[in-house]
């Protein structure tokens, strides 16, 4: 697979017809982008675009995250910067929902996120550490 080179204009065009605007996200140094996903929660693009242009380091640098008032709760697998990279992150904004489980918190009733850990996968209370719900993937 060959690096490619990602301009801030390509990736804002492509992320703003798709609903989603910039943010600010304070210490990132690269371009964000995130969509409202309602209850408070945030579908985040992490562009790897500093300065307009796409970092130099690695190809991993396109990262999908949730987010709630400006933490990310979890993320999944980076889009790696080759030549299908917009059918590849399209494919990304619809599984967004493999982040979350359809099943509420059994404590608190609030979202479940996909978390992991040494023992595996597992769902997490969106809330935690306030609460510290969990059910098994």
Not at 106 to 122: A, E, H, M, T
Request: hydrophobic share 35%; charged share 30%.
């Amino acid at each position: 697979m060959a690096f490619v080179n990602i301009n801030e204009t390509d990736m804002a065009d492509f992320l703003t017809k798709r609903g989603f605007v910039k943010l600010a996200v304070e210490g990132c140094l690269e371009a964000v982008y995130g969509r409202d996903m309602g209850r408070g929660y945030t579908l985040a693009v992490y562009t790897g675009i500093e300065d307009g242009v796409s970092r130099r380091k690695g190809a991993d640098a396109i990262r999908v995250a949730l987010m709630h008032s400006g933490k990310v709760l979890t993320s999944l697998p980076h889009v790696k910067r080759v030549e299908s990279w917009k059918e590849n992150l399209t494919e990304r904004f619809r599984n967004w929902r493999t982040m979350a489980s359809d099943q509420p918190c059994p404590d608190c009733g609030g979202l479940l996120v996909l978390r992991r850990s040494k023992r595996g996968q597992f769902y997490g209370c969106a809330k935690y550490p306030v609460c510290k719900g969990t059910r098994e993937k």
